[in-house]
C-alpha cells in the first residue's frame, strides 16, 4: 500500500453454508482491484467468528475470540472505507454482521460505507435500507450509490461469472468514485482533528 492509496475493507457478510456472498465478493473484488487509488483487504467474516455475547467491561474473552476480534479490529482500524458484501435474508440483513458491527465503535467511526446487495427480485435494497440506519448509529458515513443485484442466484455461472455485468460494473464504479471522494476527505478531516462525539 503506498501513501496515496485508501485502503479498502470488502467485507463478506453472509457465513451460511452453500452461501452466494464469496462470488458476489470475489466480482466486486476484481472491480476494486482495477483501480489503483485503493489498497484492497477482502474480509470474510467466516474466517472471524466473533461470540454472540459480548464481554462485560474489563471481562476475559477465551484466547481463539480474543485473537480473532484482535486481528479484525487491525484491519477495520486501518481502513480508510468499508464495502459491504450482503444478501438479503427475511428483508433484512446477517447476523454474523450484526454482531460484527456491536463488537466495535472506534473502528467504523468517520469512515464511509457503501453496499453491494443481492437477492431475489429486489437485490438486497431492504437490508441496504436497514442497514444504513445499523451504520449511522456507529457515525459511519454511508454513501448514496450502491450495487444491488436481483435475482443474484442465477446471474452468476458455476465460474463465478455475472451475466450481463455492464450495468453492474457502472453502478461499482460510481460507488468506488463515491468511497474514494468520502475517504480521502474523512482521512484528511481525522487527520486534522479529532472525531467529536
Known sequence: MTADQLSLAVITASVRAGRLGPAV???FLAQAKERPEFAVHDVDLADHPLPLVLPE???DLPARAARVRDSLRAVLTA???FVVVTPEYNHSFPAALKNTVDWFYEEWAAKPV???SYGGLSGGIRAVEQLRQVFAEVHTLTVRENV?????GR???EQGRLSDPEPSVRSANLLLDQLGWWGRALRTARGASPYPR
Do not use: I
Request: no cysteine; glycine share 16%.
Open 25 to 27: 465478493a470475489d466480482w
Open 155 to 157: 446471474r452468476f455461472d
Open 114 to 116: 457503501g453496499f453491494v
Open 148 to 152: 444491488a443485484l436481483p435475482d443474484a
Open 57 to 59: 467491561p474489563g471481562g
Open 79 to 81: 481502513a480508510d472505507a
